[in-house]
Every structure is written in structure tokens, then in C-alpha cells.
């Protein structure tokens, strides 16, 4: 079955740097388009970043110079560098992985979280 693990968040004071990762098992992870998204307390979950199968990378605006999404395909591990950090990118941070079990129709599965704190 699809398992995401998210790790390596923590408290960190701003301008500082954290480095997330999400190890996944269960599915091909080379034919899927995987993200991170956030949600802090009170606020809808939003985009922060993704990447393609093909290794396309897109970015929220807010977050645009200072994280960089990555993928390490023989590890099935996504990674979001986060540098710069500003006290508003406090939330829980989640990986999205999303599927295509029948070509151009996706599903996604999302990791428990890991909590990213910026003072």
C-alpha cells in the first residue's frame, strides 16, 4: 500500500534553513508527480511545491528563491530545501503524492505531516 513518510521539520529561527524529507513505498515513484503543501493553524491547506515525473518543478510565489523541491528516484524520497525562513512559513508541512493508475487521471495520498516552526 502507498506510504509517505514526512521528517525533518523542527524549530528553527528566521533566515534559517530545514530540510524535509518524504520517503514513499507502495507505488511506482518514477511515473508520479509528488508535492508539499502546508497548512497552518486556522488556514486552508495550501501549495508550496511540486514536482513532475518528468522533474518539472513549480513553486507558490511565497516560497519562490527560497525552497527548492527535489527527488532522489533510487531512494523513492522527495526533499524540499527551505532556506530564508520567515515566521509565516510556520505549519504543518505535507507530501502529496499523486498517481496515475489509468493515464491522465489522478489519485493522491498524503504523509501524516511534519510540523515547521519559524520564530
Known amino acids: 500500500h502507498v506510504q509517505l513518510v514526512e521528517s525533518g521539520g523542527g524549530s528553527v529561527q528566521a533566515g534559517g534553513s530545514l530540510r524535509l524529507s518524504c520517503a514513499t513505498s507502495?507505488?511506482?515513484?518514477?511515473?508520479?508527480?509528488m508535492g508539499w503543501y502546508r497548512q497552518a493553524p486556522g488556514k486552508e491547506r495550501e501549495f508550496v511545491s511540486s514536482?513532475?515525473?518528468?522533474?518539472?518543478?513549480t513553486y507558490a510565489n511565497s516560497v519562490k528563491g527560497r525552497f527548492t523541491i527535489s527527488q532522489d528516484n533510487a531512494k523513492k524520497t522527495v526533499y524540499l530545501e527551505m532556506d530564508r525562513l520567515k515566521p509565516e512559513d510556520t505549519a504543518m508541512y505535507y507530501c502529496?503524492?499523486?498517481?496515475?493508475?489509468?493515464?491522465?487521471?489522478?489519485?493522491?495520498?498524503w504523509g501524516q505531516g511534519t510540523q515547521v516552526t519559524v520564530s
Open positions: 514536482i513532475s515525473s518528468e522533474g518539472t518543478t
Open positions: 507502495g507505488f511506482r515513484f518514477d511515473e508520479s508527480d
Open positions: 502529496q503524492a499523486v498517481l496515475y493508475p489509468t493515464p491522465g487521471v489522478g489519485y493522491g495520498y
